[in-house]
């Protein structure tokens, strides 16, 4: 499985996880928000810690040139999402809250 370089767009932490640096965002984040038809301006006023949209822009550079090892990602995460949900089951009405919210921001945004 190929592995995602660090630089100054994404960092690693704890040895396998991506984040856009100097934030908590982390990286499997905006890679859906883009795949769901975020626009740049729209990352930077959701994510305003990003910090600027030359970084916004950097960001979806390594996504564009690290297709392969950006995909092999996404799926090790969501192992490790269907992992945590099967031991820490979430309500159901908790996770339609978080739906609705997120797909309110992405309307508000897009």
């Given at each position: 499985m190929p592995s995602l370089p660090a630089n100054e767009f994404v960092e690693v932490r704890e040895g396998s996880h991506y984040y856009i640096p100097g934030t908590r965002i982390g990286?499997?984040?905006?890679?859906?928000?883009?795949?769901?038809?975020?626009?740049?301006?729209?990352?930077?006023?959701?994510?305003?810690?990003?910090g600027s949209m030359a970084k916004v822009h950097g960001a979806i550079a390594f996504i564009l040139e690290h297709p392969q090892a950006v995909e092999s990602y996404l799926q090790?995460?969501?192992?490790?999402?269907?992992?945590?949900?099967?031991?820490?089951?979430?309500?159901?009405?908790?996770?339609?809250?978080?739906?609705?919210?997120?797909?309110?921001?992405?309307?508000?945004?897009?």
């Open positions: 990286f499997d984040v905006l890679v859906y928000d883009l795949r769901r038809g975020a626009m740049p301006e729209a990352l930077h006023e959701a994510y305003p810690s990003i090790e995460q969501e192992v490790l999402w269907d992992k945590f949900r099967e031991e820490h089951p979430i309500p159901d009405d908790v996770m339609e809250r978080f739906r609705r919210t997120q797909e309110e921001l992405l309307r508000r945004s897009g």
